[in-house]
Every structure is written in C-alpha cells, then in structure tokens.
C-alpha cells in the first residue's frame, strides 16, 4: 500500500512538472514577438496582395492574388492567371519598390503612380519619377533618391508588366537574314530544303539542324524593356538588322544596337550578354 502510495506521489510530481514546463513554453511562443520589418525595407513585398499601377502616359495595371502562396493574376477586366514569369516579375518590381534608399527629400509630383494594398487590408500609395521615389501616404512619406534598379523599373513605361519572352517566330518561318557590319548571313527554306548564304558562297544544310536552331532560339529572353519616349538622351544607333519572312508572305524586321533591340516604336528589349544575335546565327557561319 505504501508503494503504492509512493508511486502515486511522484507519478503526480512528474505530471504537474510536466504541465508547468508545457504551460511555459506556450507562454513563451504566443508571446514571442512578431518578426519587425527590416530598416532597409518600406514594406514587406510577400505581404501584398493587390498592386494598382498607372505608367507616365496612363496606361493601368492592376494584380491580386489571394495570398503569397498564389499566382498573381489581372484583375482588371477578365480576371485571369499570368503566366509564371510575368509573376516573377511583378514580385521583383515589389521587392525592389520595397527598399529604402536614404532620408526624404522635399515633396515631388510622381510621373508613374501606384497604390499597394496589403493582406490586413492596409494600403499605401506612391510613385516614381526619373530620379525620386515618392510615398505620398504612410509613416513614410516623402521623396527618396532612385536606386539603379529602381530607376530601370521606372524607364520601362508602358512596357514595365510586359513577359520578358519574346517569341520572334511565332509564325512559320521561311526566310531569315541577319546583316551586321556590310555582311550578310541569310537562311532560306525552298521546298524541303534550307540554305545558307553567307559571303557570297551558298550551301544546302541539314534541315533536322534548322529545326533544332528553331527550337532553340526562336523564344528569346530580355533582362528588361526601356520605354523610349522616356529616355530623351537616347539615342538608337542599329548596328545590325534582323528580318524574318513567313509562309503567309509578311515580314518583321528588327534594328539591333549591341544589346539593345528596337521591337516596336518606343520599346527596346535588352539581351542578356550570352544571347547576342551573332552568337545565335554561329552555328552557320562556317
């Protein structure tokens, strides 16, 4: 009887030590606190869950997801999912939005404008001009200087939302030329057969080969846009020129300065330095 007795008294110790060392720890982690926001942050970008954007010239965007867990999707008309790297990249314009240069300035009228809604339904607005960027709601309102980064943001205008893929032959092709410094290196399909011009020697080549080209050139990737009417300075100097003929009997045809490639009035996309065009035509230049 004694034994058990015992027994029970340091069966009984050990619970009760048990529920106070558990009622600590509980303690302890609801009032652990909340993770602060970093001092070189504005905001944390994977709490944002609508973006509301208007470029210099007017043109709107507007994205929400329900939570960082999801893809962005357009919210404005048909709502719809965006494709994973038009995501990726209003996630980098967030991230890049977020970070806090130096002390405010005097107060500026913003040229590109947004407005930041948050997950506990908290919003801030602000915007960007060629050299500031400008919070014109918040604890932190005021006019910051522009980081590299943010200013590229800035100078991609209308384009600023635009896929980084671009796809130059979307449509069958049937004739590609690409001239750079008085030569010409030309691709030309007749029948079943695809041949190769280049300084005034002609030569039929593997067609398995072209189609593997094709494959694995025709999407191109741009690091970013320039939005031209922004950039007064500059100025487009084409270096080379890039045509594609297709099935139907169109054509597009492209100028090329270095990295710079002229797509339409106003927008340049910028290579990334591994993919030149001259690098992409070497498989043929013998």
Known sequence: ?????????????????????????????????????????????????????????????????????????????????????????????????????????????????????????????????????????GRNQGSYPLTESQEKIFLQGEFVFDSLAWNWCEKRPQKISYSLRGEQLEIERKKLEWTVQYRGKSRTIDPTLVERWLGANCEIRFTRYIDESLQSTMSFLSFAKFRVGFEDGTFKSYSIDGENVQLHANQVGVLSPEKQPQSMFKDFVL
């Open 1 to 137: 009887m004694k034994l058990m007795r015992r027994l029970f008294a340091k069966s009984t110790i050990v619970a009760i030590l048990f529920v106070a060392v558990l009622s600590a720890l509980i303690f302890a982690f609801r009032n652990e606190p909340k993770p602060s926001l970093k001092e070189d942050l504005f905001f944390h970008p994977d709490s944002v869950t609508s973006i509301y954007w208007t470029t210099p010239k007017g043109k709107e965007f507007e994205f929400s997801r329900k939570n960082r867990s999801v893809p962005w999707q357009i919210a404005r008309g048909e709502t719809k999912a965006l494709p994973q790297d038009q995501g990726r990249k209003i996630q980098e314009i967030l991230n890049q939005v977020a970070l806090k240069t130096s002390l405010p300035g005097d107060k500026k009228t913003p040229e590109a404008k947004f407005k930041i809604i948050f997950s506990d339904g908290q919003e801030i607005a602000g915007g960007m001009t060629k050299r500031h960027l400008i919070w014109t709601t």
